[in-house]
């Protein structure tokens, strides 16, 4: 059992040496485990806290391009360095190349932009004239979702407690206690530095209203 597992127990009131429902073992703990891995998910996507440099070695004529991680998944890239001339490509889109030049892909030459395709593929333009290039990626990713309690866990250290108290509020809602689950996202939200608030009631919202004599309405 990890140290965020342990929060978690914790926090629902589980004896945390020997736990009744959730016992210290892969199938015990496994709901305990997704949940803290989508919190930790959710945590990559608010604050892009993995990043990764990818390299890739252009191929002469060859446009597209496919990433292939060891660990965790791709989020989105945040630059593109051409290490071989110093320079930083721009990002663009297929829409925007289509309406540049409809024949944009049979352009040749140094690329001087790139365009993601989905999760796993990109593109640059014009497509290379040569191999020579090397283009210097850097990508924020979603860390690889962990099974075991001696897996490595990549979140930063003051996050943990935002993590358990996302299981905990999936837990409490999993049971029909919304008042609880609430809380513990809230606090989950408050612990990011995020402010987003669940409210814990139904509340009034006030609205101005004029009271001017309608316009007549047309007869005709």
């Known amino acids: 059992m990890n140290t965020i597992e342990t929060h978690v127990l914790e926090l629902i009131g589980e004896n945390t040496d020997s736990p009744d429902v959730f016992t210290d073992d892969a199938t015990g703990m496994a709901p305990v485990r997704d949940s803290i891995n989508d919190a930790i998910e959710e945590i990559a996507i608010y604050t892009g806290l993995k990043k990764e440099t990818y390299y890739v070695s252009l191929r002469q004529h060859r446009t597209f391009y496919r990433f292939v991680f060891e660990r965790g998944y791709l989020l989105w890239i945040t630059d593109v360095w051409l290490r071989t001339?110093?320079?930083?490509?721009?990002?663009?889109?297929?829409?925007?190349?289509?309406?540049?030049?409809?024949?944009?892909?049979?352009?040749?030459?140094?690329?001087?932009?790139?365009?993601?395709?989905?999760?796993?593929?990109?593109?640059v333009f014009p497509r290379p004239s040569s191999d020579t290039d090397l283009l210097e990626i850097t990508c924020v990713m979603v860390p690889e979702r962990y099974t075991l309690d001696t897996d490595r866990i990549e979140l930063r250290k003051n996050w943990e407690w935002a993590a358990a108290h996302y299981a905990v509020g999936e837990f409490y809602a999993g049971r029909g206690d919304a008042k609880n689950a609430i809380f513990h996202h809230n606090k989950y939200f408050d612990r990011l530095g995020i402010n987003i608030q669940y409210p814990a009631a139904s509340e009034r919202q006030w609205q101005l209203e004029s009271s001017k004599t309608p316009w007549p309405k047309s007869t005709g």
């Open 85 to 123: 001339q110093r320079r930083r490509l721009e990002q663009t889109s297929l829409i925007k190349l289509i309406h540049f030049n409809p024949r944009w892909l049979f352009n040749t030459g140094s690329p001087h932009s790139y365009f993601p395709i989905g999760f796993n593929y990109f593109g």
